[in-house]
T-cell receptor, first 112, second 113 residues
Framework: EDQVTQSPEALRLQEGESSSLNCSYT??????LFWYRQDPGKGPEFLFT???AGEEKEKERLKATLTKKESFLHITAPKPEDSATYLCAVQAEETSGSRLTFGEGTQLTVNP | NAGVTQTPKFQVLKTGQSMTLQCAQD?????MYWYRQDPGMGLRLIYYSASEGTTDKGEVPNGYNVSRLNKREFSLRLESAAPSQTSVYFCASSVPGSWETQYFGPGTRLLVL
């Protein structure tokens, strides 16, 4: 059974204080790992897809990295508008219909 | 280009009532999905449709039915609502492929009393 565990559950940072969110996964064969951002009362918004260990992707203050067992979402010099819940999901190679298994998310709060 | 739209935004039902949640996408995507999101449980797949005319069960299908009306629309029906179905429901769509990305709608908040 595919499993995704995110840590920490919640993270509070000061503006400019860099940190990382963790996503550990167990999957028989990884087809892709996805990061989403979710604001309160809204649907998840796609950020990144990572396909193989060693891959990195960046978008503004966010950088996602992938190893064979986990992914990190690095947040450099965060701003209050980065406050949101960040969701990680995996898609297994044998999955039909592109099913995703999600973690419970990390709730990030960035204080000014 | 509205992306994925869902109606209604919020609904209150009494136990035993029925209702249909509507979802439509204008991105010409073939695959569509229904998830529920509950505190401490994350997003869980209810049903999905890989293409028009096909539907399959996800992780938590009990108590739900779906209809893929056409390529654009995918509805979720609760025949006899239960308090355990109180949740936020999200519809998503994607282009089929090896590494497709799912795009989500804004959600429907359902309260069953």
């Amino acid at each position: 059974e595919d499993q995704v565990t995110q840590s920490p559950e919640a993270l509070r940072l000061q503006e400019g204080e860099s940190s990382s969110l963790n996503c550990s996964y167990t999957v028989s064969g990884l087809r892709g790992l996805f990061w989403y951002r979710q604001d309160p009362g809204k649907g998840p918004e796609f950020l990144f897809t990572l396909y193989s260990a060693g891959e990195e992707k960046e978008k503004e203050r966010l950088k996602a990295t992938l190893t064979k067992k986990e992914s990190f979402l690095h947040i450099t010099a965060p701003k209050p508008e980065d406050s949101a819940t960040y969701l990680c999901a995996v898609q297994a190679e044998e999955t039909s219909g592109s099913r995703l298994t999600f973690g419970e998310g990390t709730q990030l709060t960035v204080n000014p | 280009n509205a992306g994925v739209t869902q109606t209604p935004k919020f609904q209150v039902l009494k136990t035993g009532q029925s209702m249909t949640l509507q979802c439509a996408q204008d991105m010409n995507h073939n695959s569509m999905y229904w998830y529920r999101q509950d505190p401490g449980m994350g997003l869980r797949l209810i049903y999905y449709s890989a293409s028009e005319g096909t539907t399959d069960k996800g992780e938590v299908p009990n108590g739900y039915n779906v209809s893929r009306l056409n390529k654009r629309e995918f509805s979720l029906r609760l025949e006899s609502a239960a308090p355990s179905q109180t949740s936020v429901y999200f519809c998503a769509s994607s282009v089929p492929g090896s590494w497709e990305t799912q795009y989500f709608g804004p959600g429907t908040r359902l309260l069953v009393l």
